[in-house]
């Protein structure tokens, strides 16, 4: 039980182009989802929480604007990446809560981004 | 301001040996729990180990131990018999009850488990 799945897994775009990543829950309601950047050999950083029918908390520096979240439904939140530049290009990671949990987080598998 | 330490860059260690991963945090919050994630090559996220901080008994899950010292803020995890698919990126977080289920990460430790 538990698992959260992300698509896409990689994806790869020009710059300029938005890209959505999804972020589901397969077999459990979150009400809160949570997402992050990660650089080759360094930690997770994370950008915002979504919580289910309201908007985005974003954390200090990260730009609301230019990543949209979405969190639309008990089972899924999505993350775009608008007008993608190279600097974007990363790994990112969505986890959710285990409701009514509030303190074990399960991570997706993660996307891959390339830009371009 | 809640911080996570974990001070050791890299470590390897023999197969079936133990070794010991160091973690520090700082936070003034009574109500905290504290983890250990494993992220192999394939980067999923995987949780090893939870520890409640209200509670004295240290977490064990298998081969995995926490040596919780409160008073000192300090979060170990020891790894007994160690395999070749332990190698892997290890990451010591923190998380204070009721602030919204957010996780801070320590820097992590490149775990390899040498044959």
């Known amino acids: 039980g538990a698992v959260v799945s992300q698509h896409p897994s990689w994806v790869i775009c020009k710059s300029g182009t938005s890209v959505k990543i999804e972020c589901r829950s397969l077999d459990f309601q979150a009400t809160t989802m949570f997402w992050y950047r990660q650089f080759p050999k360094q930690s997770l950083m994370l950008m915002a929480t979504s919580n289910e029918g309201s908007k985005a908390t974003y954390e200090q520096g990260v730009e609301k604007d230019k990543f949209l979240i979405n969190h639309a439904s008990l089972t899924l939140s999505t993350l775009t990446v608008t007008s993608a530049h190279p600097e974007d290009s990363s790994f990112y990671i969505c986890s959710a809560l285990l409701a009514p949990s509030t303190d074990t987080q399960y991570f997706g598998p993660g996307t891959r981004l390339t830009v371009l | ?115």
């Not at chain 2, 133990?18 to 973690?23: A, F, I, Y």
Request: with cysteine; aromatic share 12%; proline share 3%.
């Open chain 2, 1 to 115: 301001a809640q911080t996570v330490t974990q001070s050791q860059p890299e470590m390897s260690v023999q197969e079936a040996e133990t070794v010991t991963l160091s973690c520090t945090y700082d936070t003034s919050e009574n109500n905290y729990y504290l983890f250990w994630y494993k992220q192999p090559p394939s980067r999923q996220m995987i949780l090893v180990i939870r520890q409640e901080a209200y509670k004295q008994q240290n977490a064990t899950e298998n081969r995995f131990s926490v040596n919780f010292q409160k008073a000192a803020k300090s979060f170990s995890l020891k790894i007994s018999d160690s395999q070749l698919g332990d190698t892997a990126m290890y990451f010591c977080a923190s998380l204070i009850y009721n602030q919204g289920g957010k996780l801070i990460f320590g820097q992590g430790t490149e775990l390899s488990v040498k044959p």
